[in-house]
């Protein structure tokens, strides 16, 4: 049965959120695993639906998941044997792609079907397929499938076309088990990248280079990695959500914990827009802008404006004085928010890759239907703030990446509902 949320909007937010462990970091922790034989445990993971679905693709290749609690997973891969993994487990998750890399170093082979998720537009897998074949595997390709062969994978210096998060994360941990060293260049900087190399080291390989564009890996061919136990560094789009929602209406609103560096185009552009941000070791506190002005943006590669808070962002900019535009270069589909924003009042044009937005003074609320997890996100954020109820579908795509989400809302002060119609 499908779930809608009902926000009663125009109020201001205030007090406190704790945001959850980050699930586009977990996800990669989670295949990771493989590449050692045992028991590992994850501490601060959030049980969202892409946490489960990787679940259930590791218990479909024998291991033993246990959920022990809300913010705490075992893994152990000690009886992981099978090879393959079939579509009904990767038509809804784009992050069934990480598999690729484990199972491939570990066991010699892997046949993954090919990944699905938001429709946001085309995600290419060129970065992963090129980059094994450099580490010498035998890649083939189909309409349905990706396999892949090696009886050893060789250290290599790889080049990449684009900064690919998920490539990137794949190429690292198939150079784990990799004889010698492998350079990757252009890598991923994204620090969900970093929490996985921290994963990586504390499994006993030797890392270098985390943070920036070029990643050395030395392989333990010879030696085994070890299962190892791990915290899980913070939702990094989760915080930048709610920092978005305290410029928005903010009076004012902390969030924590964060690492603050993390967010340096962010607070950059919400100072713009008017808002005043407090930053503190583990936690940024912004109270609202009176009246926003308008900025532009253009997403990127970290550091780079992040494409997963641009859909937020842009309900800040529609009650902004003035005309802003919005560039999004990653994705050529994540403006599916604006049809949800313009029937709450919001004054949008799109023209291609760029959305060219008129402030108004107000939203209203509105039946609204998010198409993806970011626009979701964006149209709570619009509920809260517009004046009167809204009814926000698509609730299952906030069910993959935010954690609590209507408990965090109610406690700073938003009255809010989840249905089941």
Do not use: W
């Amino acid at each position: 049965m499908p779930n809608v949320i009902t926000i009663d909007g125009g109020q201001d937010v205030t007090g406190e959120v704790q945001v959850s462990g980050s699930k586009n970091a977990g996800l990669p922790l989670m295949a990771a695993t493989l590449l050692a034989a045992g028991p590992s445990t994850l501490h601060g993971l959030p049980p969202v639906s892409d946490i489960k679905r990787i679940g259930s693709i590791l218990q479909y290749l024998g291991a033993d998941v246990t959920q022990v609690s809300d913010n705490l997973l075992n893994i152990d891969t000690t009886n992981a044997m099978s090879l393959s993994v079939p579509a009904q487990l990767t038509h809804s998750l784009r992050a069934s792609i990480l598999f690729l890399g484990p199972l491939v170093a570990r066991f010699g082979h892997a046949y993954l079907s090919f990944p699905g998720g938001c429709s946001i537009g085309t995600r290419p897998v060129e970065e992963h397929i090129e980059g094994l074949r450099k580490l010498g595997a035998r890649v083939s390709v189909t309409d349905t499938h990706i396999e892949a062969h090696a009886s050893q994978l060789q250290g290599a210096t790889i080049y990449m076309q684009t900064p690919s998060v998920t490539g990137t994360m794949n190429l690292i941990m198939a150079a784990c088990l990799a004889r010698g060293v492998t350079h990757i260049h252009n890598a991923a900087r994204e620090p969900e990248v970093g929490d996985l190399i921290n994963f990586l080291v504390h499994m006993g390989v030797e890392i270098h280079g985390t943070g920036t564009d070029h990643l050395v890996i030395h392989g333990r061919s010879t030696l085994p990695l070890s299962p190892c136990q791990y915290h899980v560094m913070e939702n990094r789009i989760e915080v930048g959500t709610f920092l978005i929602l305290g410029a928005i209406c903010g009076n004012p609103l902390t969030v924590y914990p964060c690492h603050p560096e993390q967010h340096v185009i962010l607070i950059k552009k919400v100072k713009a827009v008017g808002a005043r941000v407090h930053i503190a070791d583990n936690s940024i506190t912004v109270r609202k802008a009176k009246r926003p002005l308008a900025v532009d943006i253009i997403t990127g590669p970290y550091p780079a404006f992040p494409t997963d808070l641009q859909p937020q962002f842009m309900v800040l900019l529609c009650l902004a004085q003035g005309t802003s535009h919005v560039i999004e270069s990653i994705f050529e589909r994540r403006f599916g928010q604006c049809f949800g924003l313009q029937a709450m009042g919001a004054g949008i044009r799109v023209c291609e890759q760029t959305a060219i937005i008129s402030g108004v003074e107000r939203l209203s609320g509105a039946l609204v239907f998010g198409s993806d997890l970011r626009a979701t996100a964006s149209l709570i954020l619009a509920a809260v703030v517009g004046r009167g109820r809204s009814v926000v579908g698509g609730v299952k795509y906030l069910d993959r990446g935010y954690y609590n989400l209507k408990r965090k809302l109610a406690k700073i002060g938003v009255i809010v509902e989840r249905l089941d119609i």
